[in-house]
């Protein structure tokens, strides 16, 4: 019988208050195996730790149990007392006498009878612990960024900078996203183009960075420090080495579509340069729309490029990449208005969203920058915004708060004001949520100087009557009707996880909430990481974010990465399964369940197969144990024996 | 008068019970006023829809059974369909109405429920609807006895107003039974608590 | 040739003659076989359940419950004359909505069928019984085109803008057969009797039926902005599937016309009278001659487009 | 032998004896979370800490049963939030059979409950056991199982 010796912590009157210490003492030192017991205010203190060493010294302790908080947060704290005393750190085990009895429960008298049985349970698992050893795995120096927004570039730069090699994944032709289609940016109003264009430029001329637009990931195989990435590369019909970005071929391209960058305010060709500053600059063929992918003729591109980069038969391409980090940085997509049936949106063409409007206002855009109504390219007399679109609305399914909207139609209707002064502007709001740096002062500016009517209240309708836009509003400040004739209705759209996100998430087994936004590992000490090991996040996948937050989530995803990639080796965890080759029948039902693909078949001679657990791959989970039909798998740490040990004792 | 001076207890109390004989939670209103602002008659109303949902939150009881606008809601649901947080307004204003005539208060539009009354009286007695003899009673009630009635006499001319109201006698005594038993004392208290 | 319970409502019998009239006349025409709810009652209307909950619940109740009894004995009886496969139908848009909404509470919680039993000393079986909008049963069950087939006179260069109201679309959780915010039966169902839907904002502002008697400055504003807002949009005329609103447009013209300071004219027709003109009988039967406001500017324009025609 | 002493204290009332499972990510979380915020719910339950739900063989519910337990709860992360991806979903199929089992060797099925807590359902986890609680007191003690174990 191993000698176990049991240390309970009074965590000053947090267990103590409530648990008769003394009485646990007295019952754990009855306990088969245990031939000490001591009790300390706060174990985890130093001076609790060193107690813990000396007594594992002085009565050659061989198991040891510490009755204190939940293992979740001191369990790594006591192994390495354990271990400091040369005792293997597996040989511990926790009884959780705060979070699961003295602070639930306020009746001493029951709290200590619990108290006990808990104790109990931990001595009996702790006689049946067997010592573990973790195994260590190479690192891959290599990490792919899935999403070429500002949030990725800023990953793959800081990567890069590190001097890690870095695979950039966008869907799109182009770098860029969404920052790359803004005008200004608040709240210092310096323009979009101007800071993300040189960032792209950097990442694409980047020796270490792997820029692959059009792409996107197929497949995720392997774990952390050797993951293995399918990306699949679409055929852009255009040969990147040969194309200059002339533009010859879409100044001639004879399809007009609608640009999905100006968000279809504009038209651009069925080949084309997303825009000017797209990178890598090379031209693409929407074959949905190419002439002579639907019907076999046209070919004027090919004519008139000079370089000879059209290839009409180009295939796509599939590249296996071997990383030992993963950032996802897909971003978001504006929420559709289309479900709000009172404001009329995508029915009355000068209703639009605020992505839309950013397009409007921008030199680069569709109208040079006027600010003219979609419908008759009329200048507006009076434009209105409406804060909250698909936010804030359970109604609508989307009750949290987008956190960038306020701040934009601030910034928006200050660049209508500055470009048409006699042009008036009201923002219908409920809150103004201006917490950032400088943002409360820029929203003032707004409202005070830039003479902004801010109209406390969500509008109950927009409906065309005479010609304008009747924007029906209540100024929830006057307890007044605040009824606007608008010539221009701008809705600001929420913020919703980039489609497809979930679906990476999956196949990443990384968790996303209702709204479909990935969950990071903590929300507040772990916000850049996952549950999966070697996965991060950066930027909006994770939740709405404007851009200093994003670039900051970037920049922590980036700084983790790096972390781990500075690493020769990882340890794996040592609470893996293993199969007993003696008692494995090789059925593999347990290959099925195994969510990390860690089993595989392996030759036992004379034609029989056995189960193998590659040690590297298994995160522990167990779900093969429990699958294992002649109780021939077994989870290290959490065996048959040791968890029925803990079922047979719970009760005296 | 003012809701400031109402104790915390009856607050909740009243909230909580609003939310639930009308199935629908009041607390979860944030007062962004969509409702008064999509609302047809809230030009004329002494509060605004969100305020009176404002006054249930904080179980000003007396002050909200008071208003105006509890007899003014035309009942179009329009805020109920608009709200963002599926406040269903429309039924809390049904609620408030059954509260104040039950505690036997003066209604805020007298007329408005002289209407309503005439009309049940109607009811009480024909089991069907009889215009003209609701519009009579409900003139004797009002007091607002010329108003309308050019307009009366056109539509007696055309037939659409007929002078004697016909229902079958099973029709008459089922409603008149609805109403007995409805109507019964006891039940009467049962409700006023 | 589709067999309904039908469910007229007061008003049918008085203010809503026409309307009344002109649901026989397109029924007829269109094959709906209408087997009128005997000993039906008034559904409750808008004043009970502004007064006193049990009542408002009660009083459509014991018809929904009268009504699956009718079904019961025609489900029973081979005869198909007394058969109602299609359901209640109700003509009056605020029946229809007392009637579903009173179905969906009780159905919806055990107290509330308690307090039925106890309110009519009869047992909740009106869980079932499919009330359908005569709307919802001519857009959806027909739908347009069985409508265009059936018309004999398009009322063509007619421009109606369609009224909705309040209680056929919302809430739509008792509804929900059109969108509440911007509906679109009454306007097919118009184009398919080959006249002109026009799209204008105010198809489900409400009317203020309700306070017609009791607040008429409020009805004259309300009805003041419905009626600028379809003139402005170019209609010759309103069409409504709903006594109270019908009541209340037709009739409040002068005080609607005083309140927007403009003289506002516009006739108001029911769908069915509508649909009549289109199905070819004439005024009389569709008892186009009972409004208020005059209808000879929708009939005179038909007649000159006939002579085109000929 | 007699049904006084659970091991919860000896109040007058019975006191129902509940084994919990608890996923590490989701429902251990939850259970800390309802102490962290100081929920109180009887002290009828003893949780045993299992990386996942998908680690629970059938096995242990009736060991559990067989001890002496009045009922056994198995509670993992919602389904599509397993840390592991899949193995709550395993759990589900596995440990309905589990109740089918049971009710053939005689045990009330209303004694294994399986529920979905995640971490951040502090008071889904202290509801959860009041409930469970409250259900067991009204089904009475796990006489089949104490005697066996008597």
């Known amino acids: 019988m191993a000698r176990i010796g049991v240390f309970v912590c009074w965590c000053g009157s947090n267990i103590a208050g409530t648990v008769d210490i003394e009485a646990v003492t007295r019952a754990a030192a009855t306990f088969p195996g245990v031939v000490h017991v001591e009790d300390n205010r706060y174990t985890c203190s130093e001076p609790g730790q060193a107690g813990i060493r000396r007594a594992i010294e002085a009565h050659q302790l061989e198991r040891v149990v510490v009755g204190a908080c939940s293992p979740r947060l001191h369990e790594a704290t006591f192994r390495s007392a354990v271990a400091s005393a040369g005792l293997n750190p597996y040989l511990l085990q926790i009884a959780n006498l705060r979070e699961h009895c003295s602070w639930v429960h306020r009746d001493r008298e029951e709290a200590t009878a619990k108290a006990i049985d808990l104790v109990r349970m931990a001595v009996a698992r702790a006689a049946r612990l067997t010592a573990l050893e973790t195994s260590t795995v190479p690192v891959t120096k290599r990490a792919v960024v899935i999403g070429g927004g500002v949030a990725g570039i800023q990953a793959a730069l800081d990567i890069a900078r590190a001097g890690f090699p870095v695979t950039l994944v966008e869907r799109s032709p182009s770098l860029g996203g969404h920052m790359g289609q803004l005008d200004k940016t608040f709240p210092t109003l310096d323009c979009s183009a101007c800071i993300l264009t040189p960032m792209m430029v950097e990442a694409a001329a980047h020796p270490l960075i792997d820029v692959r637009a059009y792409s996107e990931v197929d497949k995720v195989e392997g774990y952390v420090g050797n993951f293995r990435v399918t990306v699949r590369s679409k055929p852009r019909s255009v040969d990147r080495a040969k194309c200059t970005g002339c533009g010859a071929c879409y100044e001639k391209c004879p399809v007009q579509v609608d640009s999905e960058y100006d968000l279809g305010l504009g038209k651009r060709r069925a080949i084309y340069v997303p825009f000017a500053q797209a990178v890598p600059n090379c031209a693409t063929i929407d074959r949905d729309h190419c002439l002579y992918y639907q019907r076999g003729r046209c070919r004027i591109c090919e004519r008139v490029c000079e370089a000879g980069a059209i290839a009409f038969d180009q295939l796509e391409e599939l590249a296996e990449i071997e990383a030992g980090a993963i950032v996802v940085a897909t971003g978001y997509d504006e929420f559709d208005p289309a479900v709000y049936g009172e404001y009329g949106a995508g029915r009355w063409p000068d209703i639009i969203t605020g992505l839309q409007f950013e397009r409007l206002v921008s030199a680069s855009g569709p109208t040079g920058g006027e600010i003219r109504r979609p419908s008759d390219g009329r200048k507006p007399e009076a434009v209105a915004f409406v804060a909250c679109v698909g936010s804030r609305d359970e109604a609508k399914g989307k009750a949290y708060c987008s956190a960038a909207c306020c701040m934009y139609v601030a910034k928006q209707a200050m660049l209508l004001r500055e470009k048409m002064p006699d042009t008036s502007v009201y923002v219908y709001y409920m809150d103004v949520r201006a917490g950032g740096k400088g943002y409360e002062e820029f929203y003032r500016r707004a409202a005070g100087q830039y003479g902004v009517n801010y109209v406390r209240g969500r509008v109950a309708r927009i409906y065309p009557s005479r010609g304008r836009l009747v924007v029906a509003g209540e100024d929830t400040l006057l307890g007044r009707r605040a009824v606007v004739e608008a010539d221009l209705v701008v809705l600001a759209a929420a913020m919703i996880p980039s489609a497809g996100a979930a679906e990476l998430a999956r196949r990443l087994s990384v968790s996303y909430d209702e709204d479909g936004f990935l969950t990071e590992a903590h929300p507040k000490l772990r916000p850049a990481e996952t549950n999966t090991r070697g996965v991060f996040l950066a930027g909006c996948c994770q939740g709405p974010k404007d851009i200093p937050a994003t670039v900051a989530h970037a920049g922590a995803a980036a700084a983790k990465v790096i972390a781990l990639l500075s690493r020769q080796h990882l340890a794996t965890e040592a609470m893996t399964a293993q199969a007993d080759p003696g008692r494995c029948s090789g059925c593999m039902s347990c290959r099925p369940v195994c969510p990390y693909g860690a089993i595989t078949a392996r030759d036992a001679g004379g034609l029989r197969s056995v189960a193998d657990v590659n040690p590297a791959m298994c995160q522990g989970c167990g779900a093969c144990v429990a699958a294992c039909r002649n109780g021939a798998m077994t989870l290290l740490g959490y065996t048959d024996e040791q968890l029925l040990a803990e079922v047979e004792s719970t009760w005296r | ?193 | 040739m589709t067999n309904y319970v039908y469910y007229p409502g007061c008003s049918l019998g008085s203010t809503a003659r026409e309307y009344q009239r002109s649901v026989e006349a397109v029924a007829e025409h269109l094959g709906l076989r209408l087997h009128e709810l005997a000993d039906w009652s008034c559904c409750g209307s808008s004043a009970t359940h502004g007064a006193e909950r049990a009542l408002a619940l009660a009083l459509p109740a014991r018809n929904l419950n009268l009504a699956a009894a009718a079904q019961a004995a025609a489900g029973a009886s081979s005869d198909a004359d007394t058969g109602n496969e299609g359901g209640l139908l109700v003509p009056c848009a605020a029946c229809y909505s007392r009637l579903r909404s009173a179905q969906a509470e009780l159905n919806d919680s055990r107290d509330l069928q308690a307090d039925f039993d106890h309110a009519t000393g009869e047992q909740w079986l009106g869980g079932n019984v499919r009330v359908r909008s005569l709307v919802e049963v001519l857009w959806r069950d027909l739908g347009p085109d069985a409508i265009r087939h059936a018309v004999k006179r398009p009322l063509a260069g007619l421009r109606v803008a369609s009224y909705y109201g309040c209680l056929l679309v919302r809430p739509p959780a008792v509804t929900g057969w059109d969108d509440p915010e911007d509906p679109v039966s009454l306007d097919e169902l118009t184009a398919a009797a080959g006249a002109e839907p026009l799209w204008w904002p105010h198809k489900v502002e409400c009317c203020g039926a309700g306070l017609s008697i009791s607040r008429r400055d409020i009805v004259g504003r309300l009805v003041g902005q419905i009626l600028s807002e379809a003139i402005d949009a170019g209609a010759d005329l309103i069409v409504t599937a709903c006594p109270m609103c019908h009541a209340n447009l037709d009739t409040r013209q002068d005080i609607a016309s005083r309140a927007a300071g403009r003289p506002l004219r516009l006739p108001v027709l029911y769908i069915t009278q509508l649909l009549g003109l289109a199905f070819g009988y004439d005024q009389r039967q569709l008892g186009l001659g009972s409004h208020l406001t005059s209808t000879a500017a929708v009939t005179s324009r038909l007649s000159a487009s006939a002579r085109e025609v000929q | 032998m007699a049904i006084t002493s659970g091991g919860a204290g000896t109040k007058s009332a019975f006191q129902p004896r509940i084994v919990a499972f608890c996923c590490n990510w989701c429902s251990y979380a939850g259970a800390d979370l309802a102490g962290t915020t100081r929920m109180s719910y009887p002290a009828t339950v003893r949780i045993i800490r299992v990386p996942c739900s998908g680690r629970i063989h059938p096995r242990y519910v009736l060991r559990a049963l067989e001890r002496g337990a009045d009922g056994v709860l198995i509670a993992g992360c919602h389904p599509g939030d397993c840390h592991y991806s899949t193995g709550n979903y395993y759990t589900r199929r596995r440990l309905l059979l589990a109740q089918r089992l049971l009710t053939h060797l005689g045990f009330d099925q209303g004694r294994l409950w399986i529920r979905w807590i995640s971490g951040s359902e502090g008071a889904k986890f202290a509801d959860t056991i009041r409930d469970m609680s409250a259900s067991l007191q009204v089904l009475g003690p796990n006489r089949k199982g104490r005697d066996q174990r008597a």
């Open chain 2, 1 to 193: 008068m003012p809701a400031h001076i109402l104790s915390p207890a009856q607050q909740q109390g009243y909230a909580a019970a609003v939310s639930s004989r009308a199935g629908t939670d009041v607390r979860a209103c944030y007062a962004c006023g969509k409702c008064a602002a999509g609302c047809p008659v809230a030009p004329e109303m002494d509060l605004l829809p969100h305020q009176v949902l404002r006054l249930v939150q904080l179980g000003a009881v007396d002050e909200v059974l008071a208003a105006q606008s509890i007899w003014l809601c035309a009942s179009c649901a329009a805020c109920s369909t608009r709200c963002p947080n599926m406040v269903d307004l429309a039924r809390v204003m049904d609620v408030l109405r059954e509260d104040a005539r039950h505690r036997g208060l003066r209604p805020g539009q007298p007329r408005v429920a002289a209407f309503h009354a005439s009309f049940l009286d109607v009811l009480r007695r024909g089991g069907r609807l009889h215009e003209l003899t609701m519009l009579i009673s409900y003139k004797l009630r009002s007091g607002d006895l010329l108003g309308d009635v050019p307009m009366g006499v056109r539509m007696m001319l055309r037939g659409k107003l007929r002078l004697l109201g016909g229902s079958p006698a099973r029709a008459r005594q089922a409603v008149r039974e609805i109403f007995r038993r409805l109507e019964a004392p006891e039940r009467r208290k049962a409700d006023a608590q």
